[in-house]
């Protein structure tokens, strides 16, 4: 029996997404690329999400429909569909953005006939939810050098990440660790793809970033529109808010006392650590994460605050709750 076997995998992790995911689904159906599987995994959406995938899921073949029965979180979501491919590349796809119909075959030919690069993707253009032109996305990194420490520290640029969304090879994906449950995890899995090999972007706007307030951009990095190489008022208080981040990338860490910034750190340390450098281009990656952590050291001051105050208000909750048991008990004994 024929056994389809195509030779990329989409996937596309969604939570409530019924506002613009028919039209998501119809920019990747429609590419001129057809060669590819597209595994849908729904995160326990409460809204007309499941009907919608179910539906495309009856006309095309192509589609994979799977739905967990709680929310599990976006990063685990994410590791999902790529569990769940079996394609030579993969590509991971949102809900909300749309894909010009070549997107997908200048990728694949750029990865075809260029064994060095792990990653394609293109230049991005932001639209609004009528899907109308806002503005072009203008930080571009050089992230296709054949020097492994300097895409290590061109990814260490503060970005938005949008080359999560460029057809990958799934061979240099399993070389490194899945997204992880914290602060800026797309960012650190970008940085580790980076050191396993080159990526390329091709000049042209062929990918389309949807704002909208339902995104976790907007509801976590509500100026991320002006985050630009342009923007010469950049501040520390621009950065997205990482506490509320982590509870998003992984569930399991609502009310948990959370050090973001230090596990970022943790995980930019552990990317050199765990990685096949020789010494010298060990010692340049920790010269370049020394000098682009410089000046963000009150990040980290700013987690133990956070820190402290929440032990403090803990410790208060406690100490008020057994003032009331010990008041109901001797109103009781009267």
Known sequence: ?????????????????????????????????????????????????????????????????????????????????????????FKWAAYDDLHAPDFISKCMQVLETNPDYIL??????????????????NINLNT????????????????????????IRKSALKKIPPMGGYGNADGILLLRLGMVGQFYEIPEYLFFARSHPQQSLSMFFPNYLSFTNNNSRYSLDMLPNFYDYSVWFDSANKGKILFP???????????????????????????????KLSGNESLLIKDLWMAAKILLSQELATTKAAKAQVSSHYSGIN
């Open 1 to 89: 029996m024929y056994k389809f076997q195509p030779k990329l995998s989409i996937g596309l992790p969604v939570y409530n997404g019924e506002k613009f995911l028919q039209e998501s689904l119809d920019s990747l159906l429609n590419q001129t690329f057809a060669d590819f599987e597209l595994i849908i995994s729904d995160n326990a959406s409460t809204d007309n999400t499941e009907e919608i995938c179910r539906n495309y899921a009856a006309q095309d073949q192509r589609i994979y429909y799977y739905r967990h029965d709680t929310n599990i979180g976006c990063a685990h979501n994410f590791n999902r569909v790529l569990e769940l491919s079996k394609s030579e590349y």
């Open 120 to 137: 394609c993707h293109s230049h991005t253009s932001f639209i609004d939810e009528q899907g109308t032109p806002l503005q072009n996305y």
């Open 144 to 167: 296709n050098s054949a020097k492994l420490q300097v895409r290590f520290n061109e990814l260490l640029t503060k970005h938005l990440c949008y080359q999560m969304y460029g057809v």
């Open 261 to 291: 910034h230090w596990r970022i750190l943790k995980e930019y340390l552990l990317s050199i650590n765990q990685s096949s450098l020789n010494l010298n281009e060990q010692l340049l990656c920790y010269f370049n994460l020394g000098k």
